[in-house]
């Protein structure tokens, strides 16, 4: 991306988190394992377990919200373990601070869509000294379909009462790619700003 304008028009500018902003250091696997081993425990069949989304949608789909809570709790828990090791992607850090050098608006609001836990969110920003410069942080308790699925960005769109064409969403993964694609919303990996970034400060 050389031209710097493309995020000129946009009102609100998206970010995920982990990998993006900043690297959290949980460890993922671990935690699949003991969420796997309680739903076994509890519904006696093995939930189809590619990711912990896809096993959260399997009990929102049993209609079972207390033990989602429940879940969400072990989740916060364990990414709340490791946290004093998170460590920020310092040209987005520059970004966050200085978004006026790379032609986005003053008034232009920076939201989070994360599959990491509220507290986990608040907390990370916290240790890179940038939880100021968020209006909204839509975290795992927030929705009920997650990533690929559109639900946390037209969140965020009707929230700040949006056209599609006004957002930007960013993202690490190939998830958060196919996320944008699903909500009709501009999307990039964060690597296309961290280039941004390098080419303007160096
Ligand atoms: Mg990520």
Not at 167 to 172: P, Q
Not at 176 to 190: C, P, R, S
Request: aromatic content about 10%; glycine content about 4%.
């Amino acid at each position: 991306m050389d031209d710097i304008n493309f995020l000129k028009n946009k009102k609100v500018i998206v970010f995920d988190l982990d990998g993006t902003i900043v690297n959290l250091t949980a460890d993922w696997p671990t935690l699949k394992n003991i969420l796997k081993k309680r739903y076994i425990e509890l519904y006696g069949d093995s939930c189809e377990f590619w990711s912990i989304s896809g096993c959260l949608s399997e009990i929102v789909n049993k209609n079972d919200e207390q033990e989602l809570l429940n879940f969400f709790d072990i989740i916060r828990t364990y990414e709340m373990k490791h946290i004093q090791d998170t460590t920020p992607i310092e040209e987005i850090i520059y970004f966050i601070k200085h978004k006026e050098q790379f032609g986005v608006k003053g008034e232009t609001k920076l939201a989070i869509l994360s599959l990491n836990t509220r507290r986990t969110i608040k907390k990370s920003l916290e240790l890179v000294g940038i939880e100021d410069f968020f209006d909204l942080v839509i975290g795992r308790e927030d929705v009920r379909s997650w990533k690929p699925n559109p639900e946390g960005l037209i969140m965020i769109k009707n929230h700040f009462n949006l056209q599609k064409q006004e957002m930007v969403f960013f993202g690490d993964l190939e998830n958060d790619i196919e996320t944008g694609k699903n909500a009709e919303i501009d999307v990039y990996f964060i690597d296309v700003l961290i280039d941004l970034v390098k080419r303007k400060i160096n």
